[in-house]
Nanobody, 116 residues
């Protein structure tokens, strides 16, 4: 089993920054990658950014140039630095870990609210 603990959400004004963290514990061997998804009210969950254990990174077009994902392999922690935040970034952000065999694990989610 894998446990994911997220932190760093909150309320920020448009143009501001937030940094999300997600720490993994438990059976964290053979991790394929970790990333962040978000879900706004009335919308489907969408990928924000994902980083593989090998360092390959994928971003949603809507956050390219504003968000940066990084990972501390020694701490099994993934970070999402969010700059130039917009009201449309408001959502619940959830951490995902892809473990051995492709099994996904999810964090509990953290609210990010960007005021205009």
């Amino acid at each position: 089993q894998v446990q994911l603990v997220e932190s760093g959400g909150g309320l920020v004004q448009a143009g501001g920054s937030l940094r999300l963290s997600c720490a993994a514990s438990g059976s964290t061997f053979n991790i394929y990658g970790m990333g962040w998804y978000r879900q706004a009210p009335g919308k489907q969950r969408e990928l924000v950014a994902f980083i593989t254990s090998g360092g390959s990174i994928n971003y949603a077009d809507s956050v390219k140039g504003r968000f940066t994902i990084s990972r501390d392999n020694a701490r099994n922690t993934v970070y999402l630095q969010m700059n130039s935040l917009k009201p449309e970034d408001t959502a619940v952000y959830s951490c995902q870990l892809i473990g051995s065999g492709g099994r996904p694990y999810w964090g509990q989610g953290t609210q990010v609210t960007v005021s205009s």
